[in-house]
T-cell receptor, first 117, second 119 residues
Framework: GAVVSQHPSWVICKSGTSVKIECRSL??????MFWYRQFPKQSLMLMAT?????????EQGVEKDKFLINHASLTLSTLTVTSAHPEDSSFYIC?????????????FGAGSRLTVL | AQKVTQAQTEISVVEKEDVTLDCVYE???????LFWYKQPPSGELVFLIR??????QNEISGRYSWNFQKSTSSFNFTITASQVVDSAVYFC????????????????FGQGTTLQVKP
């Protein structure tokens, strides 16, 4: 089945630094990928929709200059948390849509846990 | 606006008990998809089921069963003879039916229900 690889699975960084998280579709092409954020014991909140070859669409309240998304190829989307602060500490999860698997069936990555000191 | 409500925050059962996780949704769309995902402690989301709004037949897969009732906007999930490995957070989600230029197919998640199955 469709597999989405997310890297790194966890990262600790100092406040003020930038962190890049990668999301790859391993055995299918994904023109659309989604980035979610999950705080402890809370639901997944959609941050942005990443479209290959075009600008990402951000949800209301998500700072696009803070969370940079790049979807340069059909198998890779990256999320860069710029100038990270402790309040950015969260679990970030990406997902990709494998159209061959049926409309709207998303495959999720294993998530990346970011801790900003 | 679309919304998914999972009123049960946490449920605790003893192994072999049956348990039902509730999901109520709101949408103005006449066609849509409903999903259930499982999130074990490792964090990865595992797809369990997708049901489109045209199909109200109940579905059974092993110990799992789903009851979709459009009249009450509910899509409940039952685990029969629960096992310790069923312990996880379960999310119900909603999305548009067709992916098009105006619809990206993004999912709207409920708050999640934490299920603890004790031995």
């Amino acid at each position: 089945g469709a597999v989405v690889s997310q890297h790194p699975s966890w990262v600790i960084c100092k406040s003020g630094t930038s962190v890049k998280i990668e999301c790859r579709s391993l055995d299918f092409q994904a023109t659309t990928m989604f980035w979610y954020r999950q705080f402890p014991k809370q639901s997944l909140m959609l941050m942005a929709t990443s479209n290959e070859g075009s600008k990402a669409t951000y949800e209301q309240g998500v700072e696009k200059d803070k969370f940079l998304i790049n979807h340069a190829s059909l198998t890779l989307s990256t999320l860069t948390v710029t100038s990270a602060h402790p309040e950015d500490s969260s679990f970030y999860i990406c997902s990709a849509m494998d159209r061959s698997a049926g409309a709207n069936v998303l495959t999720f990555g294993a998530g990346s846990r970011l801790t900003v000191l | 606006a679309q919304k998914v409500t999972q009123a049960q925050t946490e449920i605790s059962v003893v192994e072999k008990e049956d348990v039902t996780l509730d999901c109520v949704y709101e949408t103005r769309d006449t066609t849509y998809y409903l999903f259930w995902y499982k999130q074990p402690p490792s964090g990865e989301l595992v797809f369990l089921i997708r049901r489109n709004s045209f199909d109200e037949q109940n579905e059974i897969s092993g110990r799992y069963s789903w009851n979709f009732q459009k009249s009450t906007s509910s899509f409940n999930f039952t685990i029969t003879a629960s096992q310790v490995v069923d312990s996880a957070v379960y999310f119900c989600a909603l999305s548009d039916l067709e992916v098009s230029s105006s619809n990206t197919g993004k999912l709207i998640f409920g708050q999640g229900t934490t299920l603890q199955v004790k031995p």
